[in-house]
């Protein structure tokens, strides 16, 4: 029995992604991946931003092996242990100090979710309030405290429970006005409950590459001080360099006062998160939030790796380049769309298209997983999202970028073409 069968037979229903891209992948690395027939894909998915540097980075893979070789230990609770210090330290060396943030770290568990749960958790109980604010199309996890912030219907209906203490507020949607109805909603007869927290997405990921404005950014953080709330960033996404720096929040006015961290951090793709917590917050007592799987030390080791990737001037102006090349493209390949339907989506490396025409994404998605090219729909599929990997090269992107052109300009083919 093929792995494709045994996996369509026995595993259940809810998976998703493989319906969409229906071969059995056996080998990855940079942007690339290789499916058991030999085939290669550029990977535009990118683990949903959890392989911002690509796949088996060479320097982050060899760490790993080194650290396995070593015999160190592979999970250890809370417990202290040389490779999640040595992380600690890089990662206050290498981010933290340079921007001025006093913050603590708390690792909550491995997964996005577990971060938010902890943030909000942390924010009730520094507030004493329980209702969380944050925004539509926004999305934070498939557990029940994240899954009460995410706006997404399908999750939300298999809840099974009601979802409660949180208020969904309007994201930036580029009027003047964006900002006026928060506020009005955030005064004392707005008729919400004082929040904990205010929660936001810089750029959401999963709602469909929506970029926020800095000045509306820096108003939810302003609406946030004067309604007593935490300003917590959700950078599970956008963060660890996706959208070009390594918060998607580096050079703005924002300083929030809890970062939830996860995706990329760990750089090869190996489960890891991270809290950020403003020092004076941290009112957490010994053993009040817990979970086995908070000292992956294989994560720490790769962890470790992938931040010299920020410390490393040809990266940083790679990135740069990459990032300048990627918006270039899609400018062009949006004004290629008949009728002018379609206009670049996202920030940075967190960027893609989004079409007017219904279906259009979809059909665009399957044209171009023909063509050896992965990228999922976001937004209610009206958005095709390219993730490229942080270390593609420049000369790779364009090759992608000419197969996203040939995808768009393509005439429905015969069907006997299709079926064979
Ligand atoms: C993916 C994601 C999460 C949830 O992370 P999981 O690891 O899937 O639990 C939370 N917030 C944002 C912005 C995300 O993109």
């Known amino acids: 029995m093929s792995e494709k069968t045994a996996c369509q037979r026995y595993e259940s229903q809810v998976r998703s992604y493989c319906r969409e891209f229906p071969v059995v992948f056996q080998r990855a690395?940079?942007?690339?991946?290789?499916?058991?027939?030999?085939?290669?894909?550029?990977?535009?998915?990118?683990g949903a931003g959890a392989?911002?540097?690509?796949?088996?980075?060479?320097?982050i893979s060899a760490a790993l092996r080194d650290y396995l070789l070593s015999g160190g230990p592979v999970t250890s609770l809370d417990l202290y242990t040389v490779a999640k210090s040595r992380f600690v330290d890089r990662f206050v060396d290498v981010v933290l100090r340079p921007r001025g943030m006093d913050h603590v770290v708390q690792f909550p568990g491995p997964a996005g979710t577990l971060a938010v749960e902890a943030a909000i958790k942390l924010a009730r109980k520094v507030t004493g309030r329980t209702n969380v604010v944050?925004?539509?199309g926004g999305f934070h996890g498939a557990s029940l405290g994240s899954l009460a912030l995410s706006s997404s219907p399908l999750l939300r209906r298999a809840a099974g429970t009601p979802l409660g203490a949180a208020t969904i507020l309007p994201y930036d949607d580029g009027s003047p006005a964006a900002l006026e109805v928060l506020e009005r909603m955030l005064q004392d007869r707005g008729g919400i409950d004082p929040p904990a927290a205010l929660v936001v997405e810089t750029v959401q990921g999963e709602g469909g590459l929506n970029a926020a404005s800095a000045a509306w950014l820096s108003g939810v953080q302003r609406l946030a001080r004067e309604s007593g709330a935490l300003?917590?960033?959700?950078?599970?996404?956008?963060?660890?360099?996706r959208t070009g720096s390594f918060f998607s929040f580096d050079g703005s006015d924002l300083r929030p006062d809890v970062v939830c961290l996860s995706k990329s951090l760990s750089g090869l793709g190996l489960p890891m998160a991270m809290v950020l917590i403003r020092r004076q917050l941290d009112a957490w007592q010994p053993g009040e939030h817990n979970g086995t799987f908070r000292g992956n030390n294989l994560a720490f080791v790769t962890a470790e790796a992938a931040l010299d990737h920020w410390t490393d001037s040809g990266f940083l102006a790679h990135v740069d380049r990459l990032g300048a090349e990627v918006g270039g493209s899609l400018r062009e390949l949006a004004d290629a769309e008949p009728d002018g339907g379609a206009r670049v989506a996202g920030r940075g490396l967190m960027s893609g298209l989004r079409f007017d025409r219904p279906g259009r994404a979809d059909q665009l998605k399957r044209r171009l997983f023909a063509r050896g090219v992965i990228a999922e729909t976001s937004g209610g599929g009206q958005v095709l999202k390219f993730f490229p990997a942080l270390t593609m090269t420049v000369a790779q992107w364009r090759e992608t970028a000419d197969l996203v052109g040939d995808a768009m300009t393509a005439r429905r083919r015969p069907a006997a073409v299709l079926g064979a």
């Not at 392989?51 to 320097?59: A, I, W």
């Open 231 to 241: 300003f917590v960033v959700d950078d599970i996404q956008a963060g660890c360099g």
């Open 51 to 59: 392989l911002n540097y690509g796949h088996n980075d060479p320097h």
């Open 134 to 136: 944050a925004f539509s």
């Open 29 to 46: 690395g940079g942007p690339y991946m290789w499916d058991v027939a030999g085939r290669r894909y550029v990977d535009l998915l990118c």
